[in-house]
């Protein structure tokens, strides 16, 4: 598979979550406890920036 996200012009990253902008990703669900903290960091982020 990550052949063809390459072929369509993916970068294809090798790591428990990759953070771009506001996009949060990762490989699988092995990946989620280092996926849920890159998703409270954006998020309290998010919240902080709202509230200045």
């Known amino acids: 598979m ?3 996200m390459e072929n369509a012009g993916a970068t294809v990253i090798d790591a428990p979550d990759v953070v771009d902008g ?3 990703s990762c490989r699988g669900w092995p990946d989620m ?3 849920g ?3 409270m960091e954006l998020f ?7 509230s200045a």
């Not at 309290?44 to 709202?50: H, L, M, P, R, T």
């Open 2 to 4: 990550t052949g063809d």
């Open 22 to 24: 506001n996009l949060v």
């Open 33 to 35: 406890p280092q996926f």
């Open 37 to 39: 903290r890159a998703m």
């Open 44 to 50: 309290s982020k998010s919240v902080n920036s709202a």
